[in-house]
Every structure is written in C-alpha cells, then in structure tokens.
C-alpha cells in the first residue's frame, strides 16, 4: 500500500483479525475455514486425550457442524458449517467449544489454553474448499511429523460438508 499524501490520514491498523458474519447467498453452501491456536503457541494439541477432548467440545458445541480437521502440536485448523438457520455468530461458537476443552484439560496447571482470537474465512466455492484442505492435510508433512499425511492420527472429518452453488 503506498503511504498517504501529505496531508491524508494513513489507513487504521488492525490489532486482531477481522471476523464477518456469514454470507447467505441464494442456497449456496456455507463452509467456514478456521484456525485457532494455543496460549504462546505452545505444543499442546497433539495427543490422544487432547484429540478426544476436542472431539467432544465440537459435539457439544452444536451451532456448527466441523467437518474435516487437522491437529497440529500448537494449533487446528477446521471446516464448519452452520446447524441453524440463520447462522450463529462463528465467534460465539469458537469460544464455546474453546471454553468446552479448555474445563476438560487434563493438566489444569497450564494456564490459559486458547490465543484469544482465531483466523476465519469463509469459503467461496468448490475449488476452495478442495484446495484449501489439500493444503491443510499436508502440514503434518510440512512440519517433518510424518513423511505421508495418512499417517498423522490427530485429522479426520466429523460431518460431510458438502459444496451446493
């Protein structure tokens, strides 16, 4: 972006990301991208017990379907859809099931578990979608976790989320 003339204000920083509400458009599909990391960053999400407990807080948190998920040591990305027409607000669900793993956190002496906020988009058609977790899916691989990104227990996908233009 060039620098403001003199005389004109410069733009406004952001200091956290911006969060839309959904977008409804016609009977197209609404799929959300989301990602979400731990206080610090620190690696505390990729276990058994911390993928079960997530599982259960995605469950419980049913204004939102998660669709495929992938599990990274310090952080997660998903796909949702809404469960309720009109959608709840995405942020208001991130922090329920947020708050959900956090009260069923083996190791309560960690401290705050969750950044405050997340990254969210929503995805604007088929090809995203499918691009968007061919890239996710290969993070494991990324990260030198695993050498093919079948092997990463910590994925899967909860509910199909299917693409309707």
Same mark, same amino acid.
Request: proline share 10%; with cysteine; hydrophobic share 40%.
């Given at each position: 972006?060039?620098?403001?003339?003199?005389?004109?204000?410069?733009?406004?920083?952001?200091?956290?990301?911006?969060?839309?509400?959904?977008?409804? &458009?016609?009977?197209?599909?609404? #799929?959300?991208?989301?990602?979400?990391?731990?206080?610090?960053?620190?690696? *505390?999400? @990729? +276990? !058994?017990?911390?993928?079960?407990?997530?599982?259960?807080?995605?469950?419980?948190?049913?204004?939102?379907?998660?669709?495929?998920?992938?599990?990274?040591?310090?952080?997660?990305?998903?796909?949702?859809?809404?469960?309720?027409?009109?959608?709840?607000?995405?942020?208001?669900?991130?922090?329920?099931?947020?708050?959900?793993?956090?009260? &069923?956190?083996?190791?309560?002496? #960690?401290?705050?578990?969750?950044?405050?906020?997340?990254?969210?988009?929503? *995805?604007? @058609? +088929? !090809?995203?979608?499918?691009?968007?977790?061919?890239?996710?899916?290969?993070?494991?691989?990324?990260?030198?976790?695993?050498?093919?990104?079948?092997?990463?227990?910590?994925?899967?996908?909860?509910?199909?989320?299917?693409?309707?233009?």
């Amino acid at each position: 972006m060039p620098d403001p003339s003199p005389g004109e204000n410069p733009p406004p920083q952001r200091k956290r990301p911006a969060h839309l509400p959904a977008f409804e &458009h016609s009977n197209r599909s609404i #799929i959300q991208f989301v990602t979400v990391c731990t206080q610090g960053r620190r690696p *505390l999400l @990729a +276990t !058994d017990s911390a993928h079960a407990i997530l599982i259960a807080a995605w469950e419980a948190a049913t204004w939102y379907r998660v669709g495929r998920y992938v599990i990274m040591p310090d952080h997660i990305h998903l796909f949702c859809a809404p469960a309720t027409n009109p959608p709840e607000s995405l942020m208001k669900w991130i922090n329920l099931w947020k708050s959900h793993a956090a009260r &069923h956190w083996p190791d309560l002496t #960690i401290g705050k578990l969750w950044q405050r906020d997340s990254w969210d988009t929503q *995805l604007r @058609a +088929t !090809d995203h979608y499918s691009a968007k977790w061919s890239y996710v899916r290969e993070n494991p691989v990324r990260a030198g976790l695993v050498a093919n990104a079948d092997e990463w227990p910590y994925q899967g996908e909860l509910n199909p989320l299917s693409w309707h233009d």
